[in-house]
């Protein structure tokens, strides 16, 4: 198996990317996640056995030289690129008339800038394995909330994921973007609680991801929105 696909997930040291990771090694495929914190990735790593297939590489999502170290990382250790997952984001849970702008920036950088920074670093390994790029957005991308700026970034997801594929389509590149409601994750810890109502679980959207990576060759799905049942917006 030393030609399996390899992937590169931002942010893939818990929630939705750790899951995306879990099932992707489980399919025999090679799997690089970054993240901030060197000790959530040796955590992560740890919890799995430490997988000969999985390479950790701590590095800020939203900072080219560490995006573009984090790609060739992974190229130099696997030799090829299948697919990113430009999954690394979080929110303030504040609101743009009454939150804290100190806040903002980060998550601006991290939610809209770092995609376009994995893309950018990426494009040319992908163009040689006619590979995906995924973009985990939200349903926040699509339906207006109340005072949301976290919304707002992941509404530019959803126009970059459109706007990439407008470009990569014809080199052969896969796009899709994934937009979950809401999910037990991490994601939860700033707001204080888990919201109320019902949860999606971080493995049902992992799930979503490999079912986009496993069409056949020459199948592109765009765009996949879910819901946890009783989610009415
Ligand atoms: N949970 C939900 O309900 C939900 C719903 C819709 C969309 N989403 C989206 O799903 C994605 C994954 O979130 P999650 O729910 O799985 O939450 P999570 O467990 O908090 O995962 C986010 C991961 O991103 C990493 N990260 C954050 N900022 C980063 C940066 N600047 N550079 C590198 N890594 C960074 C975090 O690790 P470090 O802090 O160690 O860097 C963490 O491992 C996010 O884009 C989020 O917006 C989540």
Redesign the pocket.
Known sequence: MTDSPVALI????????AAVARRLLDAGQRVAV????EE?LRDFAKELGEPEDLLTIT????EYDDVRTAVDTALTRFGRLDTIVA?????THDSVAEGDPAGWTEMVL??VL?PALLIRAAIDALKETRGRIVL?????GFVPTPGNFYGAT?WAVTGLAENTRRQVTEWGVGVTLIA????E????DSYGSLPPGDLLT?DQIADSVVWALRQPAGVDVNTVVVRPVGQPN
Request: hydrophobic fraction near 30%; charged fraction near 10%.
């Open positions: 931002t942010g893939g040291g818990s929630g939705i990317g970054t993240g901030r914190g959530r590095g800020n999502a939203a999954n690394a984001g979080f929110a991290t939610n770092g985990v957005g939200s349903v926040a992941k979950p409601g809401r999910v994750t991490p994601f939860w971080a």
